[in-house]
């Protein structure tokens, strides 16, 4: 079965920005399907990943083959089991988001305190901080 991944997922397994990823997609480098980069699309492009593992795709099939149910419930207690997996997954979903938030946050505040400090240098250490800011946005 081919993986589908979405665009960043596809950009940290090649290793470059996600906006790259995006122009190989207009550009027609890489194929999509409902939103998503399929494995074999990617593997084209960039045949240097083709027998790289990556442990973020390695989860993921893990999850995917562990999912399906060796037996099948039924009735009131199908239902109870579902209703109690969709509440643990919105926790944990809820969970991911604030993580996610703070991390927006603490990128953020990064981000205004190395422009200020560039705002304070001279034009070497400008540039240094220029490129680090650089670096860091497009690993984000």
């Not at 906006?19 to 399929?38: A, D, V, Y």
């Not at 509440?87 to 988001?97: G, I, K, M, N, Y």
């Amino acid at each position: 079965m081919d993986h589908l991944l979405n665009l960043s997922t596809a950009a940290k397994l090649v290793g470059v920005s996600r906006g790259i990823i995006q122009s190989k997609i207009k550009n027609g480098e890489l194929e999509t399907f409902e939103g998503h980069i399929r494995m074999s699309s990617l593997c084209k492009a960039y045949p240097e990943i083709e027998n790289k593992t990556d442990p973020v795709l390695e989860r993921m099939t893990r999850l995917r083959e562990n999912s399906m149910w060796e037996a099948k419930p039924v009735g009131k207690s199908a239902e109870r089991l579902l209703s109690s997996q969709v509440h643990q997954l919105q926790v944990e979903l809820q969970d991911a988001q604030a993580e996610i938030n703070t991390y927006v946050i603490l990128f953020d505040e990064l981000n205004s305190r190395l422009s200020q400090m560039k705002e304070d240098c001279e034009r070497e250490e400008k540039q240094k901080l220029q490129a680090l800011i650089n670096w860091i946005t497009t690993q984000i």
